[in-house]
């Protein structure tokens, strides 16, 4: 695979995105929380603009009248029948019985050190009685290199 510079670290701030041209494919380059994440701009649905979607979280709850807001900022919904996909994995959290899709692993190398991030919180989720979906979006490594976001495709 090779590496692309798709913009500077401080131009895609918290909680931002960019959607990037990159060897043919559209791909959204998403901050959360100062970890950078990478997926394809295609929906395993239908192909939607999956990256253009609103990001949100998810409410869990214990006991009825309690609940919690969690992964606030990681949960990517596309915005032509609102499908839902963990921006740190691709991953969906439904519909449990079709298709999967190909998922790359995400890494973040903040000024050339790095980290995997695989499946963060997933744990947590299906504590909370949600279950994984067969679903998951492409997604591609991310790296910050002297202040430059990378992607490998
Ligand atoms: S195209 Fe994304 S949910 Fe249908």
Redesign the pocket.
């Known amino acids: 695979m090779a590496k692309h510079r798709v913009a500077k670290a401080g131009e895609i701030p918290p909680g931002g995105r960019r959607i990037v041209e990159v060897a043919g494919r559209s791909i959204g380059v998403f901050n959360v929380g100062g970890e950078f994440f990478a997926l394809r701009n295609q929906?395993?649905?239908?192909?939607?603009p999956?990256c253009e979607?609103p990001l949100s979280g998810f409410v869990r709850s214990k006991v009825p009248g309690e609940y919690e807001y969690v992964r606030k900022g990681e949960i990517l919904r596309?915005?032509?029948?609102?499908?839902e996909f963990d921006v740190r994995t691709g991953q969906s959290w439904f519909d449990p019985v079709k298709t999967r899709v190909r998922a790359y692993e995400v890494t973040v190398e903040p000024g050339g050190g790095g980290s995997s991030n695989g499946g963060l919180a997933g744990g947590e989720l299906t504590e909370a009685g949600l279950e994984k979906g067969p679903f998951t979006a492409e997604t591609y490594s991310v790296s910050v290199e002297e202040q430059y976001v990378v992607i490998e495709v």
């Open positions: 929906c395993p649905h239908a192909g939607g999956l979607g596309c915005p032509w029948h609102q499908w």
